[in-house]
C-alpha cells in the first residue's frame, strides 16, 4: 500500500562498534531522580513513586559523535535549559516486570540531554497543565551514540557530568538516582507496555541552569564516550 504522503522515517540512533541502526519506538523521561535536583526544584526528595512524562520519538535529535551537532533553540522561549541524563536504550520489554526481568531489557546507554522549556514549564507548573509545550518540542531530546550493554557492562554508578563552555555545570553519581534503572523500568512496564526500541531518560543531577547561542556543551558519563554539541541561534521569534 502506498502512503498517502511522502513515508515516514523512524528516528535513527548510531551504535558505537555496530554498523546497524537502533530504530527509535517510544521516548519515556523519569522526573526528579536525583535529591539533589529534586530540591533546587523545590521539591521534596522523598522516595515517592517515579512519576513519567514522554516526548515524541522524532524530538530525538541524534548527536554526531565528532561534536559538530549544532542543536536548534526552539522556539516560544526564552529560558531553555540543559538537563544531562544517562539515556537507557530497550532490546525488549513487556508489561509488570519484575526487576530482574526489567534489567534484561536494557540494550545499550547513551548520554542525552532533556531540553527544557523553563518559562513555558513553570507557567504549566502554576496554572496545573501538562508539560507537553515545555518537554516534547521539536529536537527537544539531544542523544549520542549508543553503547551495547555487552561492551559497557551494567551502569548502576559512576560520575556523570556536563560543563558548558568548558565549566562543570552538572556534576552526580548515577549511584544518587533515588529509583534505580531496574526499579524506573519496572514501574513503567505497569503503565505501558514497554517494546525494544524504546528510551528511557533517568533523571538529571542539580545544576541544570539555561543555554545560550554558541554554548558548547560536553556531557559525560563513566563508561560511554562523551556528548558534544553546540546551541544554535535563536530564531527571533521567542
Ligand atoms: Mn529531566
Not at 520519538?57 to 531553555?80: C, E, H, Q, T
Not at 542539580?206 to 558534544?228: K, T
Request: proline residues 8%; hydrophobic residues 45%.
Amino acid at each position: 500500500m502506498e502512503p498517502i504522503f511522502e513515508a515516514i522515517v523512524p528516528t535513527e540512533l548510531d551504535v558505537v562498534g555496530d554498523a546497524r541502526k537502533f530504530q527509535v519506538r517510544r521516548v519515556f523521561c523519569v522526573a526528579r531522580n536525583y535529591a539533589a535536583h529534586a530540591r533546587e526544584m523545590g521539591q521534596d526528595p522523598a522516595r515517592e513513586p517515579p512519576f513519567f512524562f514522554t516526548k515524541p520519538a522524532d524530538a530525538v535529535f541524534p548527536v554526531a559523535d565528532d561534536g559538530s551537532s549544532v542543536w536548534p533553540y526552539p522556539l516560544a522561549s526564552r529560558d531553555v535549559h540543559h538537563e544531562f541524563e544517562l539515556v537507557v536504550a530497550l532490546g525488549s520489554g513487556g508489561i509488570d516486570l519484575d526487576l530482574e526481568q526489567a534489567r534484561c531489557c536494557v540494550w545499550a546507554y547513551a548520554p542525552g540531554l532533556d531540553m527544557t522549556r523553563r518559562d513555558l514549564q513553570a507557567e504549566a507548573k502554576k496554572a496545573g497543565r501538562p508539560w507537553d509545550v515545555a518537554k516534547a518540542f521539536d529536537a527537544s531530546a539531544p542523544v549520542g551514540p549508543l553503547t551495547p550493554v555487552a561492551a559497557c557492562g551494567w551502569l548502576d554508578r559512576g560520575s556523570i557530568a556536563l560543563e558548558v563552555d568548558g565549566e562543570v555545570r552538572q556534576r552526580g553519581d548515577l549511584a544518587d538516582m533515588i529509583w534505580s534503572i531496574p526499579e524506573v523500568i519496572a514501574t513503567l512496564s505497569g503503565l505501558f507496555e514497554l517494546k525494544a526500541g524504546d528510551l528511557i531518560f533517568t533523571g538529571t543531577p542539580e545544576g541544570v541552569g539555561p543555554v545560550v547561542a554558541g554554548n558548547r556543551l560536553a556531557g559525560r558519563i563513566d563508561g560511554l564516550p562523551p556528548m558534544r554539541l553546540t546551541i544554535g541561534p535563536r530564531d527571533g521569534r521567542a
